[in-house]
């Protein structure tokens, strides 16, 4: 099971990276928020998969592990809490549009 485990961080490990630096290269993601999002997002993911991959090869003990968590986990909270914001901007907008089309309409 073990062995299934390690594969299936390495491919994701991979998979990350390859989104990242192909979207990275190939789109052009800094114009729209969902592109920065989206990048971003992936840059988390494929750090955090990275740091998993990196303490199974060198262990808990390797040099800049503490700097390297800080990075991964600082950009976790950030993505989190920008996932939060959009709901909370897509729900205001949302309801906002519900209301002026409910004005609008029947008066």
Known sequence: ??????????????G???????????????????????W???????LLLTMI???QLLG???AGREGVRVAAYSLLT???WRHVALLARLQLRRRTRGRHDQ???GG
């Open 103 to 105: 004005t609008e309409g």
């Open 40 to 46: 971003t997002w992936g840059l988390m993911v494929a």
């Open 78 to 80: 950030v993505m989190i």
């Open 16 to 38: 990350a990276w390859v989104f990242v630096l192909g979207y990275g290269v190939l789109a052009p993601w800094w114009r729209s928020d969902v592109g920065r999002h989206l």
């Open 53 to 55: 991959v990196v303490t």
């Open 60 to 62: 808990r003990d390797y």
């Open 1 to 14: 099971m073990n062995v299934l485990i390690s594969a299936l961080i390495w491919a994701s490990t991979v």
